[in-house]
Nanobody, 124 residues
Framework: VQLQASGGGLVQAGDSLSLSCAPS????????MAWFRQAPGREREFVAA???????TYADSVKGRYTISRDSAKNTIALQMNSLKPEDTAVYYC???????????????????WGQGTLVTVSS
């Protein structure tokens, strides 16, 4: 399964931005889907995830500012990012678990499918 992420860009602190992720050849409902991010010089970290039943989980650093959602009609996963901060600057990756697994995990090793990443830059 290939995942295609899009929507990154350059914004100012306090602005909003929405990312989108679409799996090729499969239905987005088949997967636990997540967003991770990797800032320069840092390890890739968990941001948010959504289960088959649309249960969501967020990293503490983005809770209340970010929203992950599934659009079955468009077959995409979205990450709505509000009140962006300079420390949110990173390459954002969408990821999917093997369809056999239905539990949300924050561990990067639990995800088998990855998109190419999209850069989000937040200026102060």
């Amino acid at each position: 399964v290939q995942l295609q992420a899009s929507g990154g860009g350059l914004v100012q602190a306090g602005d909003s931005l929405s990312l989108s992720c679409a799996p090729s050849g499969r239905t987005v409902k088949d997967y636990v889907m997540a967003w991770f991010r990797q800032a320069p010089g840092r390890e890739r970290e968990f941001v948010a995830a959504i289960s088959h039943s649309d249960t969501t989980t967020y990293a503490d650093s983005v809770k209340g500012r970010y929203t992950i959602s599934r659009d079955s009609a468009k077959n995409t996963i979205a990450l709505q990012m509000n009140s962006l901060k300079p420390e949110d600057t990173a390459v954002y990756y969408c990821a999917g678990r093997n369809p056999s697994f239905t539990v949300i995990r924050r561990d990067i090793r639990a995800y088998d499918y990855w998109g190419q990443g999209t850069l989000v830059t937040v200026s102060s």
